[in-house]
T-cell receptor, first 113, second 112 residues
Framework: EAQVTQNPRYLITVTGKKLTVTCSQNMNHEYMSWYRQDPGLGLRQIYYSMNVEVTDKGDVPEGYKVSRKEKRNFPLILESPSPNQTSLYFC????????????FGSGTRLTVV | GENVEQHPSTLSVQEGDSAVIKCTYSDSASNYFPWYKQELGKRPQLIIDIRSNVGEKKDQRIAVTLNKTAKHFSLHITETQPEDSAVYFCAARYRNTDKLIFGTGTRLQVFP
């Protein structure tokens, strides 16, 4: 089944403790992206990757890192999480660029205390 | 800047009525406009999209219209059903940056 898999689904952590949210797709998509969803603010792009080893900042990249060593994986790293990073995170992928619509992962609800 | 405005933020309709959600974008070069439906606790899912060379597209009870001159596009849902209750997001592709910018969402409630 074609899908984008995110893990974990739920995570509660403490301020400053490094964490990684994994994202994997099995559709051979070139384009992958991370979004955060906050009430009243919609979906805001954190980072995106147009292909292996090619990543760039989105609209809200502060406090986040990404890597794209393999085509299928695009992990989101929070080196030192803070409470303002409490949010619902979605990974998304697209065949090529953004002109083909996204397939979203099932989301990760992160709480930083 | 890159911006998509979406209205209304909430919409309540009676089952069987129509619902219309409107979005405005700022970049005249935008060329792709998808709509996503997000049910409670679930991921956004693409329900319909339109490209800039088309003025209207329909898929059963849903339709999207695009007015390039005015830089706005709309989602129309006819004969609404309770299962249409969800948050709907519009988005516009900014061609120069290849970024998909989302609106802030519309919570649609369909009452039986």
């Amino acid at each position: 089944e074609a899908q984008v898999t995110q893990n974990p689904r739920y995570l509660i952590t403490v301020t400053g403790k490094k964490l990684t949210v994994t994202c994997s797709q099995n559709m051979n998509h070139e384009y992958m992206s991370w979004y955060r969803q906050d009430p009243g603010l919609g979906l805001r792009q954190i980072y995106y990757s147009m292909n292996v080893e090619v990543t760039d900042k989105g609209d809200v990249p502060e406090g986040y890192k990404v890597s794209r060593k393999e085509k299928r994986n695009f992990p989101l790293i929070l080196e030192s999480p803070s409470p303002n990073q409490t949010s619902l995170y979605f990974c998304a992928s697209s065949l090529k660029g953004t002109a083909y619509g996204y397939t979203f992962g099932s989301g990760t609800r992160l709480t930083v205390v | 800047g890159e911006n998509v405005e979406q209205h209304p933020s909430t919409l309540s309709v009676q089952e069987g009525d129509s619902a219309v959600i409107k979005c405005t974008y700022s970049d005249s070069a935008s060329n792709y406009f998808p709509w996503y439906k997000q049910e409670l606790g679930k991921r956004p899912q693409l329900i319909i999209d339109i490209r800039s060379n088309v003025g209207e597209k329909k898929d059963q009870r849903i339709a999207v219209t695009l007015n390039k001159t005015a830089k706005h596009f709309s989602l129309h849902i006819t004969e609404t059903q309770p299962e249409d209750s969800a948050v709907y997001f519009c988005a516009a592709r900014y061609r120069n940056t290849d970024k998909l910018i989302f609106g802030t969402g519309t919570r649609l409630q369909v009452f039986p």
